[in-house]
């Protein structure tokens, strides 16, 4: 069993940036990709963005494109998500995910370890 704690998230002014952070209680496996997801009250769960254990593929959603940018640290078992360009829609809980084997996955059925989520705000 892994533990995953997200980190960073918080109030915002619209156009600013925030960098969540998503550390392991362990090594992660050797083909664990990750992702991010958020949610909003009420909502399903969103895909973000999402990458490979090496770090050589990512995807990110079409929603954040150009604005955020996801990478990891596997020396520090360490997620994070860079957020700029920050806009009221982005509200929402962020969620980091580790699947066990495969590679990337847009679907949230795809991860078997979730975080607890970390609340971002964005003000207009």
């Known amino acids: 069993q892994v533990q995953l704690v997200e980190s960073g998230g918080g109030l915002v002014q619209a156009g600013g940036s925030l960098r969540l952070s998503c550390t392991a209680s362990r090594r992660t496996f050797p083909s664990a990709a990750m992702g991010w997801f958020r949610q909003a009250p009420g909502k399903e769960r969103e895909f973000v963005a999402a990458i490979s254990w090496s770090g050589a593929a990512t995807a990110h959603a079409d929603s954040v494109k150009g604005r955020f940018t996801i990478s990891r640290d596997n020396a520090k078992n360490t997620l994070y998500l860079q957020m700029n360009s920050l806009k009221p829609e982005d509200t929402d809980v962020y969620y980091c995910?580790?699947?066990?084997?495969?590679?990337?996955?847009?679907?949230?059925?795809?991860?078997?370890?979730w975080g607890q989520g970390t609340q971002v705000t964005v003000s207009s």
């Open positions: 995910a580790e699947r066990f084997l495969g590679g990337i996955s847009y679907s949230q059925l795809g991860y078997d370890y």
